[in-house]
């Protein structure tokens, strides 16, 4: 997979389109790189060799090779293999319809007549006859992608556009996310022509953020986009303090929707607590960075042993402190067995020894695909059968 980004990615259009300060009070974060980062390039890695593959672009011998240094779990050759199956559906669906349908792999696409240095990397694109569809994995399970005016899926497209469009004459554009973790497969499909429009809206916009300006809006793309500058930045900090000081009012003050509101931000605020303990935390240990009322302390710890298990065992072993002493003996939990196993055969030989009970209620947004429940309602109905 390319490493390069540009200054206005792609994957950061959302932040920058509404916040075009950001690009500057960015600038002075490193880069840093997550596990949950890791993880996901190893998954489009390996979803990519497994396609290529499959299309006969790469030998079996090759293929090893580039996987051979790839941290690969049980789940994520499941995973991977879904993707990689509904790319080649996708594929072999348009090309029943055109036969000079291509497929291109981790294509870089250049979308700088919209965006200043503008371009991207597409997972997946298919283009044959009148239509070009790109399909984006996203390995992530924190938070829930929609394909729906989704503008990084929308700039990969005006740059397959430019690149493809008028040799393919293009009509239909067809963007996919598709996220397995979560089981969110969205699809958002426009004509070639509404494309380009909103592609003339994002020209001022992207000026403006490569501009240079400080001028930052506050809002769920900061989270949703990441910004590294949320520690700092004081539009985002005056919005946590606005829903910060809603929650400190009296309930019986506060209207329903103001209710929703703060519900809705409640984890967003303590995500952001967490940002500035950690910024202030690097500042001071690293930096000398002194903040009033606050000095830096070695945290508390426990004692752990500096030998072995099995050095602590032989010393009371040998002074007559019997195995059942000194050891506990209990059984993995269900996750741990099922990553040993295998779910296929932990269901084969467990799955009639696991229940699940009922869970207590709880407010999620509702794109939540579980079921509503009301318990009001429930609880009258329980009463009446009580009667």
Not at 110 to 123: A, H, K, L, Q, Y
Not at 364 to 372: A, L
Request: hydrophobic letters at 35%.
């Amino acid at each position: 997979m390319p490493e390069n980004h540009a200054k206005l990615s792609a994957s950061g259009a959302k932040k920058w389109l509404n916040c075009p300060g950001s690009i500057t009070l960015e600038q002075g974060f490193e880069d840093t790189i997550s596990t949950y980062a890791a993880e996901g390039t190893a998954a489009h890695a390996l979803g990519e060799a497994k396609l290529r593959l499959a299309l006969n672009q790469i030998t079996r011998v090759q293929y090893h090779k580039i996987i051979k240094d790839l941290e690969i779990t049980e789940d994520m050759e499941e995973y991977t293999d879904s993707y990689r199956d509904f790319v080649l559906e996708r594929y072999n669906a348009l090309k029943g319809r055109f036969s000079d349908t291509i497929v291109q792999l981790e294509q870089i696409l250049n979308f700088s007549e919209w965006v200043p240095g503008g371009f991207g990397t597409g997972d997946a694109l298919i283009i044959g006859g009148d239509t070009i569809e790109i399909i984006d994995l996203k390995y992530g399970q924190g938070v829930k992608v929609s394909a729906k005016e989704n503008p990084q899926l929308r700039l990969y497209a005006l740059g397959a556009v430019s690149e493809y469009g008028f040799l393919f004459d293009t009509q239909k554009i067809c963007t996919t996310i598709f996220q397995p973790r979560l089981d969110n497969i969205d699809t958002e499909e426009l004509t070639c022509e509404y494309l380009l429009k909103w592609g003339k809206s994002v020209i001022p916009k992207a000026a403006f953020a490569d501009s240079g300006t400080d001028e930052c809006h506050a809002g769920e793309h900061c989270d949703d986009g990441f910004c590294k500058a949320r520690p700092i930045c004081r539009a985002y900090a005056e919005e946590k303090c606005r829903m910060a000081a809603m929650e400190f009012r009296p309930p019986a003050e506060l209207s329903i929707d103001e209710i929703a509101e703060i519900i809705d931000q409640s984890e967003r605020l303590a995500i952001w607590s967490k940002l500035v303990k950690e910024y202030a935390l690097n500042q001071a240990v690293n930096k000398g960075i002194k903040y009033p009322g606050f000095k830096v302390v070695e945290g508390r710890s426990n004692r752990k042993y500096s030998v072995s298990d099995e050095k602590i065992a032989r010393i009371l072993t040998e002074k007559g402190y019997s195995e059942q002493d000194i050891y506990t003996k209990e059984i993995l939990g269900i996750s741990k067995i099922e990553t040993l196993l295998s779910k296929k055969k932990f269901n084969e030989l467990l799955g009639g020894c696991v229940i699940k009970p009922q869970g207590k209620p709880t407010l999620v947004k509702m794109e939540d695909k579980r079921p509503e429940i009301n318990t009001a309602q429930k609880a009258a109905e329980d009463f009446k059968e009580i009667i």
